[in-house]
């Protein structure tokens, strides 16, 4: 069913809920969702919109160690790497830990100063669910902490956000095409 989207929480949710059912079905090995996934989201979603569920109560729910070992965090190059932030300083981005990934020279040039979900979607690709986990977090916190979580999704839009939220996904790649993370590549 469609979900009628007004606010910037409705928004945010439906998007995480939507990342969450993913997640689970890439742990699960699955290549299709099954009834444990639409759960899932059904029940994120709705604790999220409905505030039973706060959204402060995610960001800690990381469930990779994202730091050893080194690579590219978009396309696992282990040469030339350096620091990258998923929404650019420029725009607004912050220097705090989640916002800072390693990416190699290549990505780097090619993504400039544009944010981590633009730039995929600028090339017609999608990111690994771990690293849109952690780029959604930020988009929380951010909203969260700035009070724009009960605005209307068209009033948010008009302030300058670090972030366009309207573009937060929805529709996910079927889980075939999906990656839970990038791994780094071998080396040689
Ligand atoms: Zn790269």
Known sequence: MAQEIKTVREQIAWSYANLAR?????QDGAKKYVM????????????????TMSMASLYQD?????????????????SKLSV??????????????????????????SKRDRDMLRWMFDKESFPSIL???RYLKIVMRYCESNNLLDLKLEEAQKQD????????????PPLTELTLWVYPEEEG
């Open 161 to 172: 956000l670090p972030f366009d939220l309207s573009i937060l996904p929805h529709n996910y």
């Open 36 to 51: 444990i996934h639409h759960m899932i989201r059904a029940k994120l979603n709705k604790g999220l919109r409905e505030q």
């Open 131 to 133: 690293l849109l986990r």
């Open 62 to 78: 990381e469930r990779l160690k994202m730091t050893v070992p080194q690579a590219c965090y978009y396309c696992g190059s282990t």
């Open 84 to 109: 990258d932030h998923l929404i650019p300083r420029i725009k607004g981005g912050a220097d705090e830990s989640d916002n800072l990934i390693w990416a190699c020279r290549s990505c780097n040039s």
């Open 22 to 26: 993913a997640d689970k079905a890439l």
